[in-house]
């Protein structure tokens, strides 16, 4: 049910629905959190106040008209642009990478930021164009995601660049993109493999891949991080060990517990029971957002809908599938629930847009 509370002299824009999901699973990822984080007090306080701003600006983002938005489109890519720039020119470097631009007060990840503002650029640019999508618009369209594509790559940040490649591949498939060209698109990118394994990927990345293989040629260094997400994941069980009961997390044998491999301290201490909770609150966000999508007021809308819940999903699939060895491992938070200011701020944005977009009607439907 999509709220509008009307006032003498303004109006607030609301969705229940989602709003108690998020914030559901926000309070869930703290909870966790806290946990995972070895009962690290600092860390949850400083992650709850990600969660209360975010909050509060979801909200604030939702109220504007979805016209603002296709609007200021270009000049919040321009603007994220310019942020990653500036990471590349003072980011700070943490174990060779250089994706975080330190602001005093906060360090950004801006690559975070334009996830969320690339497919809203595209669902202006091209939901007015004609169907099917012609050759032209779409060659502008995959440069503009190319070379973005490339600058978060640069970092190096596969596991993102991947997710931005996609945010704006979503919303062109969504405008109308012909199968031909997609099935096209497919081969040349099977037969460009050896290339951009040679020229694109990092050593390092191209060991985790590697490893992905062949998990067993060494399970004691490069394949230890898979190696003990999935000894976590299944001596989980069907009930779990307990709250703060895992032997993996607690004992220091799986890595990266507040981050990337938060979900397999969840199951090992939650079990098959805990883990079916938990998705099932991700599953009807997804589900709120298609129907949200399909009722939007006009094409841009439901562009901008689609392409930002399957930025989430995309995000959520690689970090579940990550995590139990289905693809390999490329630093992918867990949406609402792993720790970390940036992804979390950008996913309370994406849904305040995407509020925005399902909650203002008007009159005549486009």
């Known amino acids: 049910m999509k709220k509008k509370l009307d006032f003498k002299n303004f109006s607030i824009y609301f969705d229940q629905y989602l709003f108690i999901a998020i914030t559901l699973l926000s309070v869930m990822g703290l909870f966790f959190l ?17 969660v209360c701003f975010g909050l509060l600006l979801m ?18 890519l321009i603007f994220s642009l310019v942020l990653i720039f500036l990471t590349m020119i003072f980011g700070k470097e943490i174990n060779g990478a250089k994706r975080w631009l330190d602001l005093g007060f906060f360090t950004l990840q801006s690559s975070e930021i334009i996830k969320i503002s690339l497919p809203i650029f595209l669902s202006s640019y091209l939901y007015n164009k004609p169907l099917p999508i012609s050759p032209r618009h779409t060659f502008i369209t995959l440069v503009l995601i190319g070379f973005i594509f490339a600058l978060v790559a640069r970092q190096p940040d596969l596991g993102t660049s991947l997710v931005v490649f996609m945010s704006g591949g979503y919303v062109l498939f969504l405008a109308g993109l012909s199968w031909r060209f997609i099935g ?121 809908i689609g392409g930002l819940s399957l930025v989430f999903a995309s995000t959520l699939f690689i970090n579940l599938a990550m995590v139990v060895g289905v693809v390999p491992v490329v630093g992918m938070p867990l949406p609402f629930i792993s720790k970390g200011g940036s992804s979390l701020l950008s996913f309370y944005i994406a849904f305040g847009i995407i509020i925005s977009m399902a909650t203002h009607k008007k009159l005549m439907q486009k």
């Open 59 to 76: 909200f604030l983002v939702s109220q504007p008209d979805p016209d603002f938005y296709n609007t200021f489109s270009g000049l919040f």
């Open 34 to 50: 806290y946990s995972a984080s070895q009962e690290d007090i600092s860390t949850v306080a400083k992650q709850a106040i990600f």
């Open 184 to 304: 096209s698109a497919a081969a040349l990118f099977l037969l460009s493999l050896p290339f951009l394994w040679n020229n694109f990927l990092e050593p390092f990345q191209q060991q985790r891949v590697l490893t992905y293989l062949n998990p067993d040629a060494d399970p004691y260094g490069t394949a230890w991080n898979i190696t003990q997400s999935k000894i976590a994941i299944g001596s989980g069980g069907i009930n779990g060990k307990g709250y703060q009961e895992g032997s993996q997390a607690h004992l220091d044998f799986l890595p990266e517990t507040e981050t990337d491999f938060i979900f397999a301290v969840i199951a090992e201490e939650f079990g098959f029971i805990g883990v079916c909770i938990l998705l099932s609150v991700f599953f009807f966000i997804l589900l709120r957002c298609l129907y949200l999508a399909f009722n939007a007021r006009d094409r841009f809308c439901r562009l901008t």
